[in-house]
């Protein structure tokens, strides 16, 4: 539960450190497969990643299936069309592709209780009673629960470890968080229980029930949920692309544990673009594809919005295009589907390292390749907005986070709201802007002319409602919070920052000087000392998180030394910001300078407010593995 969190620590501290350089001169789209492929390898070159598994397709049937690289480092196997890989979340869309299935088969609908269906799968909602957790929550993701803790993500589950066994291992993470169908906040446990749910209602186990009806009718020849026998499969790496990671036995299965090849994902695309249907057989009606490609449970989507989170297939907007799909990652290796509807072109891709760079620049290359000579999306002129749209002005915070453990950083992330006639603009405290304008009945689409315009509405005003008022970007939602409150938090945020780098400025000067025996100020010594240990916690804090940035899961799930160590430095600054507290607010004896002991309370002020907040948050004392 802690990943983004010391990930984002970790890019702030970079961020002090460097300027990024501006981005290269984008290369020109690739006309051939064979100038794409050299391009492609010029990547993993680069990025010291082994290898990738491609395939484009259109309509009338695939363009290029192959791989590039390497499939295994240390035996120099080649990546081929045939070479499984690891596809991550990508795997989602098939536990929905089960229950539209089932619908259809009248057995049962998207809106029944869960409780209805698995009545001894464990779950908590407070409403229950008036808002049951549905079947569409668990593929639009909108139960309000937390995502799986890491604790769950590091359970190694090998066969015979059942959906139901992994289910039972731990449900924790399972308790809605704000009443369900609201909002959405990704989680993977919800696939974990709609499998239950098509074990119960089919009769099959679910890895026999996609096998005997997506996979065969697809034409997914090789591609399993399970470790591949018989077959070339890919070694997955750390970035660096030589370190190996084990083979990970995902404990919700239904949520993303399929191992495919290209030629297994090219099928896949197919049956995209033909809308459900493989030969002349319709393995789900096409309704159920456009089904899957718009949300209806959020807020957002009840007001109108159509970009969102389907059905485990979700809309992107790209250099003007509106792609459907889904992406997916697990250690070592990460994937991308997506297709244009009505261009009747997609593409997939998976490498076999944890490398974010290759995997941006890929996506880069592949979208350039099949856009070429398409025309964009025509986009529609902009439209008043509704005539209480002022009302809309003002400060927001993020309400839906996907980590329950991130919320504290979420909350810190305002975002002012300005309303024109016809457009909003928010800015975040990053200081960057972005424009808004109407599209008619409060949707928004982006603006930012002209470096940015997109085809369609991908943010909305919500009708206000008993909870407040908020914006649904999408996948996301914010909520407005008082200008008072917005001016508060910002003031307070002012000053721990400013008092923990006033520490950071000071030490070395306080530390040089007490080499010197004429200016030790022993009275002044633990006004100094215990902020600075306060500071080095926090630091220490975000080292162990670079260090093990690579492992996050295997040290951190679980009651490792890497992990009792990242709750120690949570403890010590606390124990450090209250004795900074008793140290500048206890009587000043003799020797302490009265600019010094007001420095001192400035810094000890701005350290228990930081302390106060993240203990409300569950931070002081965090314990990963639970």
């Not at 291992?169 to 229980?193: E, F, I, K, Q």
């Not at 008082?482 to 003031?491: E, H, V, Y």
């Not at 003799?590 to 810094?603: K, L, N, T």
Request: with cysteine; charged share 15%.
């Amino acid at each position: 539960m802690v990943i983004r969190v010391v990930a984002v620590l970790g890019v702030l501290l970079a961020s002090f450190a460097c300027t990024a350089a501006p981005p290269p001169n984008p290369e020109p789209p690739a006309q051939t497969t064979a100038q794409l492929r050299a391009q492609l390898e010029k990547i993993l070159a680069e990025t010291h990643t082994p290898g990738v598994s491609v395939a484009i397709v259109r309509r009338d049937g695939p363009e290029w299936i192959d791989g590039v690289g390497l499939a295994d480092v240390a035996s120099g196997a080649a990546a081929t069309g045939e070479t499984l890989f690891r596809i991550g979340s990508t795997s989602k869309a098939f536990t929905s592709l089960a229950l539209l299935q089932l619908v259809e088969a009248g057995k049962l609908s998207f809106n029944d209780p869960v409780h209805q269906l698995v009545p001894d799968v464990w779950f908590e909602n407070p409403w229950e009673a008036t808002d049951p957790v549905r079947v569409v929550d668990l593929l639009e993701h909108t139960t309000g629960w937390d995502d799986m803790h890491l604790r769950e993500y590091a359970k190694q589950a090998p066969p015979p470890m059942t959906v139901r066994d992994g289910l039972d291992y731990d449900h924790h993470s399972r308790t809605s968080r704000w009443r369900p169908g609201t909002r959405m906040a990704y989680c993977n446990s919800g696939l974990g229980v709609a499998g239950a749910i098509i074990e119960a209602v089919s009769g099959e186990a679910f890895e026999d029930y996609v096998e005997h009806h997506l996979f065969q009718p697809i034409g997914m020849r090789t591609a399993t949920y399970l470790p591949p026998h018989g077959v070339p499969a890919t070694t997955l790496y750390h970035p660096d692309g030589h370190t190996p990671y084990p083979y990970w036995h995902v404990l919700e299965r239904p949520a993303g544990a399929i191992n495919a090849s290209a030629r297994d994902m090219a099928a896949y695309l197919g049956f995209y673009l033909h809308r459900g249907t493989v030969g002349e057989t319709a393995v789900v009606p096409a309704s159920a594809i456009d089904r899957m490609e718009v949300p209806t449970r959020t807020w957002a989507a009840q007001a109108g919005l159509k970009a969102g989170y389907g059905l485990s297939n979700y809309t992107t907007i790209e250099d003007g295009f509106v792609y459907h799909g889904h992406n997916g990652g697990v250690n070592g290796g990460l994937t991308e589907l997506a297709y244009l509807p009505d261009a009747g072109v997609g593409y997939f891709f998976s490498i076999n390292a944890g490398n974010g760079d290759a995997f941006k620049r890929i996506g880069e290359r592949m979208r350039a390749y099949v856009t070429r000579g398409l025309t964009k999306p025509a986009v529609p002129a902009a439209a008043p907005l509704p005539a209480a749209a002022g009302d809309y002005a003002g400060w927001y915070v993020p309400d839906s986070p996907r980590i329950e453990g991130m919320r504290f950083l979420d909350r810190l992330g305002l975002i002012h709201v300005a309303v024109g006639p016809d457009r909003l603009t928010t800015t975040g405290l990053d200081l960057k802007h972005h424009d808004w304008a109407g599209t008619g009945g409060g949707l928004l689409r982006r603006d930012d002319a002209p470096s940015h315009v997109d085809p369609i509405a991908s943010a909305v005003l919500i009708p206000p409602n008993a909870e407040g008022r908020f914006i649904g970007f999408g996948m996301s939602t914010i909520r407005q919070v008082s200008t008072g409150a917005a001016w508060l938090q910002l003031a307070l945020t002012a000053v721990v920052a400013l008092s923990l780098l006033s520490v950071a400025a000071y030490a070395p000067f306080w530390l040089i000087g007490g080499l010197v025996p004429r200016r030790r100020r022993p009275a002044e010594r633990w006004m100094r000392a215990w902020p600075l240990v306060a500071v080095l916690s926090l630091v220490g804090f975000v080292a162990i998180f670079q260090r093990s940035a690579d492992d996050l899961i295997e040290r951190f799930g679980s009651p490792t030394g890497w992990a009792y160590a990242l709750t120690a430095t949570t403890v010590l600054f606390a124990v450090a910001a209250l004795a900074a507290a008793w140290a500048a607010f206890r009587p000043a004896g003799p020797g302490v300078r009265p600019a010094v002991r007001r420095h001192a309370q400035f810094v000890a002020f701005g350290l228990v407010v930081a302390t106060l907040y993240l203990a409300a948050y569950g931070v002081i004392g965090l314990r990963t593995w639970v």
